[in-house]
């Protein structure tokens, strides 16, 4: 069984790309009782060390713990707040939505993005999307003066306020941010799956600044320099009226083959693949050239390593609330937890082979 109060509160954290530091401070604190120690990257990435001293390829976890947001760009006259976005987002999807800014003295302010009044709206214009720069956030203030005195300042972080809650089927879980705190709650349960077990030279790295760039991943392989990685991160459910793949929340865990960043590692994917079947561990693939994963930076560091992306599939990334199914999480520990364990030399030879 999971622990979706860990889930519920990573989830629920403040955190967008170079602005992770309570996420971090909840990961080490989660972290602490299951690994021998905990180091930082000069970005910010955290990285919990374990069994260092066992025999087999060194093996490093890579999930990052960055989430989409916005920052504050300019505060308007009106007190209106102009947003920056950080990562990908459509405007179709913000208008009307509640978000907290986060205070450099960490307050929450909320506020909602403001829309144009419908009523009257030509048809032509009804047709459009917004752009980003028509975005604001209102604040419900008189002027530029009162949001001030709020404690809101340029380059404050802006992030959906939005509450983890279990769905209709408890399978479902909804929230905000599981793109792509779903995963480190994953690394989070493989650790504590670990205590008292035999494994792999293990490091486990919560990265930063991913959503802009990979920018943690490649720090924190530079720090660790590992012969295997694994990145773990959420890829498109395709099972909704308004998506279509082969992707679905409760198929298991997903196999990714390629994506805008990375063609994985073969051999590694026939390892897991047969894992998966020998194990009865439910699994599924995505064959996607859009988007990318920490692998991207991973896969290309030193000599290149040998490396590969398991995923989440998720409803709604990068929105304000994202659907995930609790059996998908458990299938990505059970892989993880099984790999880590039964991984020897003998066995990462043949992968390379």
């Known amino acids: 069984m999971i622990d979706l109060e860990i889930l519920k509160t990573l989830s629920e954290a403040a955190g967008i790309s170079s602005c992770e530091e309570a996420v971090c401070s909840q990961l080490e604190t989660y972290m602490q009782p299951y690994v021998d120690c905990v180091i930082h990257d000069g970005l910010g990435s955290v990285i919990g060390i374990k069994g260092d001293d066992e025999t087999g390829p060194k093996t490093m976890l890579a999930t990052h713990a960055d989430e989409v947001g916005f920052f504050v760009k300019e505060i308007e006259a009106s007190g209106t707040l102009r947003l920056m976005p950080v990562g990908s987002w459509w405007t179709h999807m ?5 978000f907290n800014v986060i205070t450099q003295d960490g307050r929450k302010i909320k506020g909602f993005i403001g ?11 009804r047709a459009k999307t917004l752009a980003m720069e028509a975005i604001y956030l209102d604040l419900g203030v008189a002027d530029k003066k009162e949001a001030e005195a709020l404690g809101i300042r340029i380059g404050d972080m802006v992030v959906p306020d939005t509450n983890f809650r279990v769905m209709n089927n408890p399978n479902y879980l909804a929230g905000k941010a599981f793109d792509n705190r779903a995963s480190c709650a994953v690394g989070l ?14 490091s486990f790295a919560c990265t930063v600044q991913e959503e802009p760039g990979l920018r943690g991943a490649r720090t924190s392989t530079d720090l660790m ?6 990145a773990i991160d959420t890829t498109l459910a395709g099972d909704t009226p308004a998506n279509a793949n082969s992707c679905k929340l409760g198929g298991g865990v997903v196999i990714s083959m390629l994506d805008s960043n990375t063609v994985y590692h073969r051999g590694l994917i026939r390892y897991v693949e047969k894992v998966c079947k020998e194990q009865g561990i439910p699994y599924q693939y995505a064959v996607f050239n859009g988007g990318g994963t920490d692998s991207g930076n991973i896969h290309k560091s030193f000599e290149g390593i040998v490396n ?3 995923s989440i599939p998720i409803r709604y990334m990068h929105t304000n609330q994202s659907i995930i199914h609790k059996q998908d999480l458990e299938a990505c520990v059970d892989l993880l937890t099984y ?6 030399q003998q066995t990462f030879d043949m992968i390379c082979a």
Request: one cysteine or more; proline letters at 9%; hydrophobic letters at 40%.
């Open 308 to 310: 590969m992306t398991l």
């Open 339 to 344: 790999i880590l364990c039964t991984m020897d």
């Open 115 to 125: 829309s144009p009044a419908t009523h009257g709206m030509p048809s032509e214009q």
């Open 94 to 98: 913000l208008l009307g939505h509640d």
């Open 189 to 202: 349960y493989v650790l504590e799956r670990l205590k008292g077990k035999k494994h792999v030279p293990l």
């Open 225 to 230: 320099h590992p012969e295997l990685a694994f």
